[in-house]
């Protein structure tokens, strides 16, 4: 490979132009005289290693990484595809990230460092920092709230809070106690709420009065009151299986408290004692459900279990963020994606490590938010979002400028391919020149980091995760699932199990078989589509199923058409996504309507907020189109892939409330069926 050491540009001027160049970012020396692996030689012989004789290493990391209550007889049981890794060995994942540092200088080093959204008018946020053994004291108490409500093993509590400590000691408890959480991130409706809390059962949930948004107020308690009274079609409640609601005191908003069902969380902290030993739970005891879209239908509990997604959280957090001791590090996902818990939560503190958690958005009250608490806290590592780096890009270089930035050591990207333009102004306007990137390409299904650069060692390209982590085995394949060569575009699958691989998906095993083992043979099916390069290097195209990644945030096409047809105007509606400069893909509606029904710009908005009370404001869309018929084949198939191209293509001018006729293009197109 050649590679041409880069020049730190100071702008966003000249970025295309060092676009042009092709280059190869090699790892900066003073980078890697302290990475954990040292050369690319050192990672292609233990990657190798990895795959050659997974069991080995494996079983290797899992007795030196984790601490265990009970050893393991054997690593891997594979029943394709059903995993069970780490078999016979008991662990406690609370225990793993706070109490194996009670003891060490780790204890009363900071775990969290929390920053408020600033208040309206102008003060600054609150900010609150947690050490080691003050966030298990915490976590400890709250578990000793669950369990006298009578909370234990394997019972669903959801969590339904903002950014704040209180989400983090409120998983950290659960798993302390063997209770297996679900998070719903704060966008998503009561309605969603309802749907998660029936497809797990939850007994207890977890909220807050409100949290901060750009100086507004999240209504959570008043989100999830409504959820509670929510009827499925059968006239059922559909979240029946809770019985107490905690909430935490966030805003001091005036909220509604059920006698005898609602509990406030500082109140309940006052019965309970700091004591609490952490359960032994088995290897593959159930950790947590994580609800994602997939292509078809409600969104899919995602299964994860204890050591082996321990294990991948905190390898990953290890070698792929290079943690140290100083660092200050800081994820800016939220806790309701999978980012969050594993790159805010269990990586790092598995790691001992200093996590900064933010409350807010990025332009609240300025544009500058991110770069006021790098300089701050003195970041030293950065992982964040394509969508975020375009929005920044756009804000212009300046509000960086403002900053000083000169404690960041890496920058890290997740959650959709990062165009080289968004890597470049990264590496040089963020990075200074000198922070290595490191690209990471992952899923909620995956538990933990798949494919990326290790700093220090693996010589970068912008636009590419570049290679696998150790025991990870992906492979571009073709329709028959054989590899296709060098260059060419296929789909990107996994061949053999990994430790922090999903379970399952909650109560459902057949349609986890269907949707992730069956389209290529004795393989795990990622969804995605990429290309291998010349250097084995791995660029990650997209979805390319009927799933839309929208700001970095997953997005279901099913089920925004299920909403939309939902409403009483809708006749039939069609879901796709269009190439957007900041946020990756924008979300297009095609709607017919029922006769009777008229296209009005008014309609438009009660159906945009008719999603948004269905899923989220999170899925709202971003252009909902009227038409008179929606193009089809001759077995009445939608016709995506010219709806795509309708969407991508046409300029809209005038009045766009106006019916598009579509059937021309089905006619035209009659060939596709
Ligand atoms: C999908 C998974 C993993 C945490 C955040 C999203 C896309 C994710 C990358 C990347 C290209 C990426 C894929 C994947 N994606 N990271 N570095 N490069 N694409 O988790 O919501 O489960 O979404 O996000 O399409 O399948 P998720």
């Known amino acids: 490979m050649s590679s041409k050491p880069a020049k730190p540009s100071a702008t966003s001027k000249n970025i295309s132009s060092l676009l042009q160049e092709k280059r190869v970012f090699p790892p900066p020396s003073e980078f890697s005289a302290r990475a954990h692996l040292k050369s690319m030689a050192g990672y292609r012989k233990l990657w190798k290693e990895s795959v050659t004789r997974p069991e080995s290493f494996w079983g290797k990391q899992a007795r030196q990484e984790l601490q265990w209550q009970r050893p393991f007889k054997k690593v891997l049981q594979w029943k394709e ?36 959204e600033p208040a309206t008018d102008g003060k600054p946020g609150e900010e609150r920092v947690l050490t080691y053994a003050q966030l298990h004291r915490e976590v400890c108490r709250f578990a000793n709230v669950l369990k006298r409500q009578g909370i234990g093993r394997g019972d669903r509590v959801l969590l339904y809070l903002p950014m704040i400590p209180e989400a983090a000691i409120a998983m950290l408890a659960c798993t302390r106690i063997g209770a297996v959480h679900s998070v719903v991130f704060g966008g998503f409706s009561a309605q969603s709420v309802a749907d998660r809390i029936q497809d797990s059962g939850a007994r207890l949930v977890v909220t807050a009065d409100g949290g901060y948004r750009r100086g507004a107020v999240v209504p959570l308690k008043k989100n999830v009151d409504e959820a509670l009274v929510l009827q499925g079609p059968d006239g059922e409640r559909l979240a029946k299986s809770v019985e107490k609601v905690v909430v935490v005191r966030r805003c001091g908003n005036e909220v509604h408290m059920a006698e005898g069902r609602d509990l406030w969380w500082h109140r309940e902290l006052e019965y309970v004692t700091p004591v609490c030993p952490a359960a032994r739970m088995d290897s593959e005891a159930p950790l947590f459900i994580l609800y994602t879209s997939g292509s078809t239908g409600k969104p899919k509990g995602i299964l994860h279990s204890t050591a082996g997604y321990l294990l991948g959280a905190k390898l990953t957090s290890k070698y792929v963020f290079d943690l140290r001791d100083e660092d200050v590090y800081w994820c800016t996902a939220d806790v309701g994606w999978v980012t969050g818990h594993s790159y805010i939560v269990y990586g790092p503190l598995a790691n001992g490590a200093t996590a900064v958690m933010y409350e807010g958005a990025p332009n609240w009250p300025e544009a500058d938010r991110f770069w006021r608490i790098i300089e701050k806290y003195r970041v030293s590592i950065l992982y964040t979002a394509p969508t975020a780096i375009r929005a920044f890009m756009k804000w212009g270089d300046e509000w960086p400028k403002k900053h ?270």
């Not at 060995?89 to 775990?111: H, I, P, Y």
């Not at 297009?588 to 029922?594: H, S």
């Open 81 to 116: 595809p059903f995993a069970r890794w780490f078999v016979g060995g008991q662990l406690n994942v609370s225990a793993n990230c706070l109490d194996r540092w009670l003891g060490t200088a780790t204890a009363n080093k900071a775990a969290l460092i929390w920053e408020g």
């Open 404 to 673: 000083d930035l000169s404690s960041l050591r890496l920058l890290g990207s997740v959650g959709e391919p990062i165009n080289p333009e968004a890597w470049m102004w990264y590496h040089s306007v963020i990075g200074g020149g000198r922070c290595p990137i490191v690209d990471t390409w992952w899923q909620t299904e995956t538990g933990s980091i798949m494919i990326s650069p290790l700093p220090g060692v693996t010589p970068t390209k912008p636009g590419t995760a570049t290679l696998p982590f150790f025991g990870i085995l992906p492979e571009v394949v073709d329709d028959q699932g054989r590899r296709v060569p060098k260059g060419s575009g296929g789909k990107l699958v996994v061949r053999k199990p990994w430790p922090s691989m999903l379970r399952g998906i909650w109560g459902d095993p057949k349609r986890f078989k269907e949707v992730y083992w069956s389209e290529v043979k004795g393989s795990y099916f990622t969804g995605d589509g990429c290309r291998c390069d010349e250097d084995g290097y791995f660029w990650i195209v997209g979805r390319i199923d009927d799933v839309l990644n929208v700001a970095g945030h997953r997005i279901g096409t099913a089920e925004i058409e299920s909403a939309l047809v939902s409403h009483p105007s809708v006749a039939e509606a069609a879901v796709v996504g269009r190439p957007d400069e900041l946020k990756g893909q924008a979300l297009v509606c095609f709607v017919t309507l029922k006769s009777g029904q008229k296209a009005s710009a008014d309609l438009k908005n009660t159906l945009r907020n008719h999603i948004g009370k269905e899923i989220g404001p999170v899925a709202k869309p971003d252009e909902i189109r009227f038409a008179e018929a929606l193009p089809k084949t001759r077995s009445g198939k939608i016709m995506r892939r010219l709806l795509k191209q309708v969407a991508s293509g046409v300029e809209i001018r005038g009045d766009t409330t106006t019916l598009e006729d579509l059937s021309v293009l089905a006619k035209l197109s009659a060939a596709e069926d």
